[in-house]
């Protein structure tokens, strides 16, 4: 083909001689570069919905979509570099293709119990006259839609107002815990506002640089 | 103390940010550095409403990729507060969850560090000798600028290039300057030498002085000191120059295993510490050229630098990186925690060989702005022997046969194989005789890369 291919451009003109040799060239990179292992998706989910992280009796289901032959490689990690130990499914999704170097790519799968603590934070703040505001989702590919909120309480030593899923709650600053989202996903968009001191409106330098709230969730199926 | 110093000795790797190689030293209560500490939920960035604290990688295997630290990544990395007109350094997992384009692990590797127990050498030297806690990249931005500011304190270009057409100031380069002031010089090169990025110093790379790596530990034992370089530069293998067959990079850039390094590390400290008269004034210098993406928690100091163009200015120095300076000339267990950049090294040089007059004009400048001399740091009138490293072998894992069929995908490993076959072109017999490997390393890409 190629031969069959260079004998018909050796017949045209020098401008469409230059358009095919092109359009050959794109045609044989595409070539070589579909010769190479690819992953082009690789997730977990568990009931069908996106996640990395579950409690331990849940399924986990894994779906991937490669150029190559794909292999599983699955392992428990336990960590206790932390305050908690945490624990962990590796799942490395190694796909080859000839003698092509392997493609690689790794997925960390969270196993919480079925109560635990969580930390709410986000650190872009933007600021009005009056007040300082942080908001942003919690990612749902990371957290599915299993883990529920039983409590959040603020530790910064400030009052906050913190909107979520169309409920308003104030949180005191005294990390007394509010259960007035109860029931409601961790996931999802999130916006908290604080009263600004009097020192941090004359100097935003003063205001926190990121909202961290501590929350209490639980496994749906509990 | 100056005058005690005989030999300067620089070993620069890749890639490695402090925290993420020396932070353990803190942590581990090894060294009162400003590392590590627990609880580790304090050295975090935050993600899409998550914490994603630093985390001690379980074992030492390549990573899956390497982790963005171009000059864009580093400006996202360090995270400039505009409210509180800082860097917050809270953006490392937001500039690789936008570099691979999918949402990071709850442990992600720019948040992992190593243990003592995983870099033993660089531990071992850290705390043995002078680690330095404060010591910054140049610049935020990658390997070629801060490379090129390192061995002639100015860059041309602010971001790298992938040509083999890297410039570097002909007056202020290293090699220059100790020409100009009768340094005798030498550098030992494992591969390809990044200075073969630098055409203008293609006729030194290719002369006598630049010879193989497998050299040093006989010319440290055998060469007599009135005629043994002053300076020794040296050059471990690096993951972005060619390669072929079983030639190992060691230059510790992700995503390499950091265990090469290590033992590069370990064979070159053995090999200057061999001659035990020629160590007494022997001053290394172990650094790093930039953070290659991994977290630090500590702030750049706000020190500019406008390129001598005037086309571009940089706000700040990057990222902090490992140092240490291992010699019997600093306190033993020390920390240094003056503010250096790799132009400490150039402030040491001016010191021991044109005492009085200033390495460059930049170089000066930075020093009036508070960026100190590696000189700080030799103060110790009682010289001690060298203590053996840790003999323990290293356990690296790694995937064989990394391909050459696709060829180079980065700004630094294409300017690295633009430079190589450029080389081999202008130079060939030199090229034959100093790097023969090359020559391999071109018929086995010819054959390789034939569609």
Not at chain 1, 35 to 55: H, L, Q, V
Request: glycine share 6%.
């Amino acid at each position: 083909m190629r031969t069959n291919l260079q004998r018909h451009f050796s017949k045209a003109p020098d401008s469409i001689d230059r358009v095919n040799y092109v359009v050959l060239v794109l045609i044989l990179s595409v070539f070589a570069i579909s010769c190479k292992p690819k992953i082009d998706s690789f997730i977990t989910k568990s009931d069908g919905i996106e996640t990395k992280t579950i409690a331990a009796d849940d399924s986990l289901e894994v779906y991937w979509k490669v150029r190559g032959k794909p292999t599983l490689l699955f392992h428990e990690r336990i960590d206790s570099s932390g305050l908690e130990v945490e624990k962990f499914v590796e799942l490395t999704l190694l796909v080859k293709k000839g003698k092509k170097e392997p493609a690689r790519r790794l997925i960390m799968v969270q196993v919480l119990p079925q109560e635990s603590s969580n930390t709410i934070v986000f650190d872009e703040a933007t600021f009005t006259k009056d007040s300082i505001i942080f908001k942003g989702i919690k990612s749902p590919s990371r957290w599915g839609n299993f883990f529920l909120l039983k409590s959040v309480k603020s530790t910064m030593g400030r009052p906050w107002t913190v909107y979520h899923e169309g409920k308003k709650i104030e949180l005191s600053s005294d990390s007394i815990p509010s259960f007035g989202l109860q029931g409601l996903n961790l996931a999802g968009p999130w916006e908290f506002r604080s009263l600004l001191t009097p020192e941090e409106k004359s100097d935003h330098q003063k205001a926190p640089v990121e909202v961290r709230i501590q929350a209490i969730i639980y496994h749906k199926s509990k | 103390m100056m005058d005690n110093v005989k030999t300067i000795v620089l070993l620069m790797f890749e890639n490695r940010s402090f925290d993420h190689m020396l932070g353990h030293l803190s942590l581990e209560k090894l060294s009162p550095v400003n590392g590590l500490k627990k609880p580790l939920q304090s050295f975090s960035n935050s993600f899409e409403g998550d914490l994603y604290p630093v985390y001690n990688f379980p074992k030492d295997v390549r990573l899956p990729f390497d982790l963005p630290h171009e000059y864009d990544e580093v400006a996202a990395q360090l995270a400039w507060s505009e409210a509180q007109k800082k860097f917050t350094m809270g953006g490392f997992v937001k500039a690789y969850a936008a570099f691979t384009g999918v949402g990071p692990n709850a442990r992600t590797e720019p948040m992992g560090f190593f243990k003592s127990t995983q870099v033993p050498v660089t531990s071992f030297l850290a705390r043995t000798f002078c680690a330095c806690d404060n010591w910054f990249c140049p610049l935020p931005t990658g390997t070629q600028p801060n490379r090129t500011f390192a061995f002639s304190g100015d860059t041309f270009k602010h971001k790298n290039i992938g040509l083999p057409t890297v410039p570097i100031d002909a007056d202020t380069n290293l090699f220059s300057w100790m020409n100009r002031n009768g340094v005798r010089w030498r550098v030992y090169h494992d591969g390809l030498s990044f200075f073969a990025l630098y055409p203008s110093l293609w006729p030194l790379v290719l002369g006598s002085n630049f010879r193989d790596y497998e050299f040093l530990a006989s010319d440290v034992q055998n060469e007599a000191p009135e005629s043994a370089p002053e300076v020794i530069i040296i050059e471990p293998s690096y993951q972005d120059a060619p390669h072929v067959g079983p030639d190992r990079p060691n230059d510790n850039h992700a995503p390499l295993a950091i265990g090469w390094g290590e033992d590069f590390l370990r064979r070159t400290y053995e090999a200057l510490a061999s001659n035990p008269a020629r160590w007494a004034g022997t001053v290394m210098v172990v650094y790093y050229d930039e953070h290659g993406g991994f977290y630090d928690h500590v702030a750049p100091p706000r020190i500019d630098y406008k390129l001598p163009d005037t086309s571009y200015t940089f706000a700040s120095l990057g990222p902090r990186i490992p140092a240490i300076i291992a010699s019997p000339l600093v306190q033993g267990g020390s920390v240094c925690s003056t503010l250096l950049d790799h132009t400490s090294v150039l402030q040491l040089m001016a010191e021991k060989f044109t005492p009085g007059k200033p390495y460059s004009d930049t170089v000066e400048k930075r020093k009036a702005a508070g960026i100190g001399s590696v000189s700080v740091a030799l103060t110790n009138p009682n010289p001690q022997p060298a203590p053996p490293p840790p003999s323990q072998p290293l356990a690296v894992q790694s995937v064989l046969g990394a391909s050459i069929v696709n060829g180079p995908s980065g700004a630094v490993s294409q300017s690295f194989e633009a430079a190589a076959l450029e080389m081999i072109k202008q130079y060939p017999n030199e090229v034959k005789e100093k790097y023969p490997e090359l020559i391999q390393w071109k018929t086995s890409v010819d054959n390789a890369r034939k569609i």
